[in-house]
């Protein structure tokens, strides 16, 4: 009878494993050097072990602190095709969602608002933040830069709760759609704060200027997305020429 060979890796993972399953999420695993001797494998292979389950999200790896136990990953999806609110995005996937801590603050707009929404010198608006939970847990920290006056219209902001594309359709201002960039970036300390994360941590980040039926652009946003959250899909085509005969 043939004896099944089964990687000292797999072997260190699956062990690992069942350490986090008596670990609570936000806990210290043991350290490198410790999971090693306990489970009499190299400090390699526990790296290696440590390095795939931190790429699923099971772990969080902190140079210099340690390694962590995370809560398991809740990814939501969502089409970039169809502008949402963040909160409807939630909702969509099954969470309940929750709008926390929103901040206006009025302001002369920043440079590079101004240059993205196409606006003069000495523009004056708004800067609107704030916190997108799911269940509970931060999901979502967004910001919002847009003028004190959109066309015609003067933005009053009074009634605002927490999605910004109705409140601004009460005012008759209408968002028809949008330009999004996707990237990832390292979390500001403002949107760590709001998502318990650790400053400087790789966040999934959408910077997206909204414009009117009107087209004129209306809205400045960015969001920092916590990692395993919300994940988003587009639909893309070949752009085939057949050749015509000669």
């Known amino acids: 009878m043939t004896s099944r060979f089964i990687p000292r890796q797999r072997l260190a993972r699956e062990s690992i494993e069942e350490i986090l ?3 609570a999420p ?15 494998m190299s400090r390699p292979t526990i790296r290696s072990a440590l390095s795939a389950l931190e790429q699923e999200g099971l772990v969080i790896r902190k140079h210099g602190v340690g390694t962590f136990a ?3 990953p809740r990814t ?6 169809v502008l949402n609110s963040v909160a409807d995005i939630v909702r969509d996937n099954g969470y ?3 709008v926390i801590n929103i901040h206006i603050q009025s302001l002369e707009l920043p440079d590079h608002v101004k240059e993205a929404l196409s606006l003069s010198q000495n523009t ?3 800067r609107v933040t704030r916190t997108v939970l799911a269940d509970g847990e931060p999901a ?3 910001i919002d830069y847009l003028p004190a006056q959109i066309g015609s219209t003067t933005v009053d902001l009074s009634g605002f709760s927490d999605k910004m594309m109705p409140a601004l359709a009460q005012l008759g201002i209408v968002i028809a759609y949008a330009t999004t960039r996707i990237s990832i970036k390292r979390s500001s300390d403002e949107a760590a704060q709001a998502l318990g994360i650790e400053p400087q941590e790789a966040v999934l980040y959408l910077q997206q200027v909204a414009y009117t039926k009107a087209q004129i ?11 395993g959250f919300i994940s988003y899909t587009i639909t893309r085509h070949t752009e085939f020429k057949e050749r015509s005969e000669p």
């Not at 695993?29 to 009499?40: I, V």
């Not at 652009?217 to 990692?227: C, D, L, M, N, T």
């Open 140 to 142: 979502v920290f967004l």
């Open 21 to 23: 399953m008596a670990t």
């Open 76 to 81: 939501m999806n969502a089409s970039l095709q």
């Open 70 to 72: 995370t809560r398991p």
């Open 124 to 126: 004056s608006g708004y």
């Open 26 to 40: 936000g806990e210290r695993l043991p350290s490198e050097d410790q999971l090693a001797k306990q489970l009499g």
């Open 96 to 98: 309940e969602p929750s």
């Open 217 to 227: 652009p209306a809205i400045f946003s960015v969001g920092y997305h916590r990692e």
